[in-house]
């Protein structure tokens, strides 16, 4: 079955940095999109980055343009998230999820790892 884990989430000063991992597997990783969205408490769900099936291509939400960087190693089966100058705003639970070909949903998540920028 389709299983997504994020790690490496924790708590981190404003302007810090922390690396997302997202381990992904029952699945051919190589073959879909992946995405990072996250939930501010108290807030809706806000996508925050994407890349394309080889990792050629990302996007990424203006809120994190130029401080997040999103990749994936296909030999892994893992997607990555980057995250420089972080921000308290940026404070979320940060998801994994698989890209739904042709469109912008998503059809599984991962459990969610815990970002917290706090001095």
């Known amino acids: 079955q389709v299983q997504l884990v994020e790690s490496g989430g924790g708590l981190v000063q404003p302007g810090g940095s922390l690396r997302l991992s997202c381990a992904a597997s029952g699945f051919t990783f190589s073959s879909y999109w992946m995405n990072w969205v996250r939930q501010a408490p108290g807030k809706g769900l806000e996508w925050v980055s994407a890349?394309?099936?080889?990792?050629?291509?990302?996007y990424y939400a203006d809120s994190v343009k130029g401080r997040f960087t999103i990749s994936r190693d296909n030999a892994k089966n893992t997607l990555y998230l980057q995250m420089n100058s972080l921000k308290p705003e940026d404070t979320a639970v940060y998801y994994c999820?698989?890209?739904?070909?042709?469109?912008?949903?998503?059809?599984?998540w991962g459990q969610g790892t815990q970002v917290t920028v706090s001095s």
């Open positions: 890349i394309n099936s080889g990792g050629e291509s990302t």
């Open positions: 999820a698989r890209g739904v070909a042709g469109t912008r949903l998503y059809d599984y």
